[in-house]
């Protein structure tokens, strides 16, 4: 059973960090590129970050650019989002998913495995 596990979510003072991890199981992901979805109460999911299978290439929303760091070790099939200067407008479910190409695309079209979420909670 092909799984993605996400962890490291919790609630954290804004000004905060936390790192997020993207545990995969059932088969490699090494050559898929990977996301981090996140989706707040009432709104659409959103990218927030992206990186390709190798790594070499990244991609980050607006919001993310400067505060979060995505990546990944193909070794141990995991993929991670360091998340500084957390805001209280950061407050989401985060997902992890992998594409099924080894090039990423900023919808969430075209990512075919998905985790269940994370709770991330920034308080003011």
């Known amino acids: 059973q092909v799984q993605l ?4 979510g919790g609630l954290v003072q804004a000004g905060g960090s936390l790192r997020l991890s993207c545990a995969a199981s059932g088969r490699t992901f090494s050559s898929n590129a990977m996301g981090w979805f996140r989706q707040a109460p009432g709104k659409e999911r959103e990218i927030v970050a ?3 299978w190798s790594g070499s290439s990244t991609y980050y929303a607006a919001a993310a650019k400067r505060r979060f760091t995505i990546s990944r070790d193909n070794a141990k099939n995991t993929v991670l989002l360091q998340m500084n200067s957390l ?4 407050t989401a479910v985060y997902y992890c998913a ?13 990512y ?9 909670t920034v308080s003011s």
């Open 98 to 110: 992998a594409h099924a190409s080894t090039v990423f695309t900023i919808t969430p079209d075209g």
């Open 87 to 90: 805001k209280p407008e950061d």
């Open 112 to 120: 075919n495995y998905w985790g269940q979420g994370t709770q991330v």
């Open 50 to 52: 992206a990186i390709s």
């Open 5 to 8: 596990v996400e962890s490291g």
